[in-house]
Structures are given as C-alpha cells and as structure tokens.
C-alpha cells in the first residue's frame, strides 16, 4: 500500500470543493467572508494549492451543503482529529472519523 502525495491530497480535496462551490452560487469574496478567510485561501482551497485547517473544513462543508459520506472522506483524507477547547487536536485519529460516521447513521435513519 502506497502512500499518498501530499500534492495528490491537495488536488483531489481542492476537486470535490471546487464542484460543491460551483453548486453554492456565491461569489469566492462572500465565501471568504462568511467563513472567515481571505479571497486568496479560498482560490487556494478550490484549485488544490493549499488545505484548508480542520475548523475551516467544518465551515467549508456545512456552508456548501456537503453530504455527510464526502464530509468524512475529507477528514479521513486530511487525517485532522477534533481539537479541544484550546485549539489542540487530541484523541485518536478517528474522532472526527466517528462523528462522522454518527451524522451519516443518522442521517440514512431519516
């Protein structure tokens, strides 16, 4: 089993947020602003150039509306653990995994 690139990484996130940002109808400035980052992050984040941080992607998935399955490919492809109150991730590597995993149960339950 091969590793992946982190170039690979940054292409294949920056693919699946550029589609869901095309479906959003808004403009990359009003993105920016509402989920607290410069115009420049968020050309980065849609053409593959830089990840976004795991509070970033929190906001990122729920302001486009990204479905629960792809939610937590993302985290699982970027590896981010939950962070504490402080801003310090803790816990395994599979706790945004499992929450995850817990809104996708939910969500087919419905």
């Known amino acids: 089993m091969s590793v992946m690139k982190k170039t690979d990484?940054?292409?294949?996130c920056g693919r699946i947020l550029s589609e869901h940002f095309k479906e959003a109808s808004i403009s990359q400035k009003?993105?920016?602003?509402?989920i607290e980052v410069t115009p420049a992050s968020?050309?980065?984040?849609?053409?593959?150039k830089r990840l976004p941080s795991s509070e970033h992607l929190c906001f990122i998935c729920i302001r486009l509306r990204i479905k629960?399955?792809?939610?937590?490919y993302l985290f699982h492809l970027l590896e981010y653990k939950?962070?504490?109150?402080?801003?310090v991730s803790v816990?395994?590597?599979?706790?945004?995994?499992?929450?995850?995993?817990?809104?996708?149960?939910?969500?087919?339950?419905?």
Do not use: C, W
């Not at 816990?91 to 969500?107: A, F, L, P, Q």
């Open 9 to 12: 990484i940054k292409s294949i």
């Open 30 to 34: 009003e993105f920016a602003a509402e």
């Open 42 to 48: 968020v050309s980065q984040f849609l053409n593959g």
């Open 68 to 72: 629960p399955r792809i939610q937590r």
């Open 82 to 87: 939950m962070p504490d109150e402080y801003g």
């Open 91 to 110: 816990g395994d590597d599979k706790t945004v995994r499992s929450y995850m995993d817990h809104v996708m149960t939910m969500t087919v339950k419905r």
